[in-house]
């Protein structure tokens, strides 16, 4: 075992304060912090050119060429994506994103907003994929909520629709979503709140439910989703 003797005399030199130029050489003086400039979204990423593609369907073309110049005005000049019109079969439509695109996002909301006018959507509801973030686009079959063949699937698809789109047409203003039937398949764009209350409406019909009966539950939801907004 080893002993240290510690006299008055240490004790007074370890509790000594240091001076002056101690003090500096242990506590140096630190350089002021950097104050950078907050980035831009452009700069956030590698700048790498982006592209999408967009099939056009053959019942869609002509309904194409008569809003080109909308699409064209939304994608080119507000969002600042590159987009063309790729004639060769099968027919596409080809987005690109430009070096003054302020956002690598615009390219994904542009094919979204395309896609959603080619599944039957108006430009002026598909536009909302542009102007806003949390609208999204849902698709789904008929056979996957219940199996229905021949005449079964026609009243099926007769009890959604309603008598002159009556019935679709309630749904959509009780929900604030739109709706797209599309043979068996049904496409449904709006807030996601309000197309999980848009589904269940819809598969209540489907499976046979009267039109009636899903008016009362719609006012009863839309009422306590009211409430809650």
């Known amino acids: 075992m080893c002993l240290i003797i510690l006299y008055a005399s240490d004790w007074l030199l370890l509790f000594e304060p240091l001076s002056s130029m101690d003090a500096s050489m242990h506590n140096p003086k630190l ?9 831009a979204p452009s700069e956030m990423s590698v700048r790498q050119v982006g592209f999408r ?11 194409l060429k008569n809003v080109w110049k909308e699409i064209y005005k939304w994608v080119y000049e507000r969002m600042k994506v590159d987009i063309r019109m790729n004639l060769s079969k099968p027919r596409r439509v080809e987005l690109k994103t430009r070096p003054d695109t302020p956002d690598t996002s615009h390219l994904q909301k542009c094919a979204d907003f395309i896609k959603a006018f080619m599944l039957g959507f108006d430009v002026r509801d598909a536009e909302a994929l542009l102007r806003l973030d949390e ?7 008929i056979k996957d909520v219940k199996t229905l063949r021949g005449e079964h699937l026609s009243r099926a698809i007769g009890r959604l629709c309603g008598k002159g789109g009556k019935t679709k047409f309630a749904i959509e203003n009780a929900t604030r979503t739109r709706i797209v039937v599309a043979d068996t398949t049904i496409h449904i764009l709006g807030f996601y709140a309000d197309i999980k209350v848009a589904k269940d409406a819809v598969c209540h019909l489907i499976m046979g439910s009267p039109p009636g009966k899903v008016y009362s539950k719609l006012r009863a939801v839309t009422a306590r989703l009211a409430e809650i907004c």
């Open 31 to 39: 350089p002021k912090k950097p104050n950078f400039k907050p980035l």
């Open 53 to 63: 593609k967009v099939i056009v369907p053959d019942h869609r073309y002509t309904a």
């Open 135 to 141: 609208v999204y686009m849902q698709s789904f079959d």
